[in-house]
């Protein structure tokens, strides 16, 4: 990958590199929204499922990441100016600032809805609720959740 500012290439390369990432972003939503539906309804879940699909888009994360590095590196180069000039990338980075931040709030909901269902192993809880039962969070969940 030639990641120098002057060549023809480096503006489509990146916005190639970007987009795919982008769609390792969706993916990620779209994982996140699978298992959320998964954990709201009343059906069994399987956690293993989501754990072997995370697993996968993990290994396509990482190696989308390591060349994004590289394109930063690059792209920190530019001037000010030349950065503004470039169009088609500014849209791509802000997607997939507004793609990870929507994966962050399901994922959040997703671990909420997993202490609910008492799903957390205790050595993920924290040290203060680590100190009471294993299944004292998702009791405390029903308890309030049946009073409100």
């Known amino acids: 990958m030639n990641t120098t500012s002057s060549t023809p290439e480096f503006l489509p390369a990146l916005a190639r590199d970007l987009r795919e990432h982008l769609g390792c972003c969706e993916t990620a ?26 697993t996968r888009l993990l290994a396509l994360l990482d190696s989308s990441l390591l060349r994004l590095r590289t394109w930063r590196q690059a792209w920190q180069q530019f001037a ?5 000039r470039c ?6 980075f802000q997607a997939i600032q507004d793609l990870l931040m929507r994966v962050l709030m399901l994922d959040r909901e997703n671990q ?15 040290l203060a609720a680590g100190t009471q039962p294993s299944h004292y969070v998702s009791t405390l969940y029903r308890r309030n959740a049946a009073a409100g």
């Open 29 to 54: 939503l779209a994982l996140a929204t699978e298992e959320n539906r998964a954990l709201n309804t009343a059906g069994d879940f399987q956690p293993f499922e989501f754990h072997q699909k995370r």
């Open 80 to 84: 000010p100016a030349d950065r503004e």
């Open 87 to 92: 169009a088609e990338v500014k849209p791509v």
């Open 112 to 126: 909420q809805a997993l202490l609910r269902r008492g799903l957390v192993p205790p050595k993920h809880l924290s």
